[in-house]
């Protein structure tokens, strides 16, 4: 049974730091694809980033680009954003998924395991 645990939500001011966490239990952690989402109010999930834990290969959407750095450590079967440099417009509930896509891509379509989300509210 795929489970996914995200934490590391908070209040931050514009210019901040936090680490987000997603913890996976399961599965086979190092044959699969995890991805970072993100749902603003008012606004749909979006792709924020992802890991394919089979090549090690990263992937960022363009807004976060040289802020934002996904990791994972595979011996806890974890995957980490760390994100800097924080805006007001990163404020959302940020979500962790899993899946084993062919192809890693940041789409919310194609993943079919979620964990809960973590709230990440950024102030100017």
């Known amino acids: 049974d795929v489970q996914l645990q995200a934490s590391g939500g908070g209040l931050v001011q514009a210019g901040g730091s936090l680490r987000l966490s997603c913890a996976a239990s399961?599965?086979?952690?190092?044959?699969?694809?995890i991805g970072w989402f993100r749902q603003a109010p008012g606004k749909e999930r979006e792709g924020v980033s992802c890991i394919d834990n089979r090549d090690g290969r990263t992937f960022y959407v363009d807004s976060v680009k040289g802020r934002f750095t996904i990791s994972s450590d595979n011996a806890n079967n974890t995957v980490y954003l760390q994100m800097n440099s924080l805006k007001p417009e990163d404020t959302a509930v940020y979500y962790c998924?899993?899946?084993?896509?062919?192809?890693?891509?940041?789409?919310?379509?194609?993943?079919?395991?979620w964990g809960q989300g973590t709230l990440v509210t950024v102030s100017s």
């Open positions: 399961g599965f086979t952690f190092d044959d699969y694809v």
């Open positions: 998924a899993a899946d084993q896509i062919s192809v890693a891509v940041i789409l919310p379509e194609f993943y079919d395991h």
